[in-house]
Nanobody
Framework: QVQLVESGGGLVQAGGSLRLSCATSGLTLTNAVIAWFRQFPGKDREFVAAIDRSGRTTTYDDSVKGRFTISRDNTRNTVTLYLEMSNLKPDDTAVYYC?????????????????WGQGTQVTVSL
C-alpha cells in the first residue's frame, strides 16, 4: 500500500519561507512523476509543481514560478519529495498535497494522479 505523508506546513508571515516534505513508502516510486497540488477552501485541488523521475525536468504553475522549487531525493530506492517555498503571499494559504502520477510524463491535471497524501496546511499571514 502506497503511503504519502506530507510535513513542514505551518504559519508564516508574508515574505517568509517554508519547506514542505513528502515521505513515501509502500511502493518503489523512483520512476514515478510526483507533484504538489494545493487546495483553497471551497475549491478543487490546483496544480503547483511536478518533477519527473530523474529530477531534471520540472513544471510549475505560473503563480509560483520563481518562488517555489520542487525537488526529490531518490536515494536508497525510497523517494522524498520537497517543495521549497519562498516569498510567500497570503494567497498561498492552502492545504498542500503531494501526489503520484499514473503517467511517466508530467501533467497538471489532478485526475492523472492516483496516490495522494493527507495534506499539510500552509497559512501565510500579513
Amino acid at each position: 500500500q502506497v503511503q504519502l505523508v506530507e510535513s513542514g506546513g505551518g504559519l508564516v508571515q508574508a515574505g517568509g519561507s517554508l519547506r514542505l516534505s513528502c515521505a513515501t513508502s509502500g511502493l518503489t516510486l523512483t520512476n514515478a512523476v510526483i507533484a504538489w497540488f494545493r487546495q483553497f477552501p471551497g475549491k478543487d485541488r490546483e496544480f503547483v509543481a511536478a518533477i519527473d523521475r530523474s529530477g531534471r525536468t520540472t513544471t510549475y504553475d505560473d503563480s509560483v514560478k520563481g518562488r517555489f522549487t520542487i525537488s526529490r531525493d531518490n536515494t536508497r530506492n525510497t523517494v522524498t519529495l520537497y517543495l521549497e517555498m519562498s516569498n510567500l503571499k497570503p494567497d498561498d494559504t492552502a492545504v498542500y498535497y503531494c501526489a503520484v502520477s499514473k503517467h511517466p510524463w508530467i501533467t497538471m491535471t489532478s485526475q492523472d494522479y492516483i496516490y495522494w497524501g493527507q495534506g499539510t496546511q500552509v497559512t501565510v499571514s500579513l
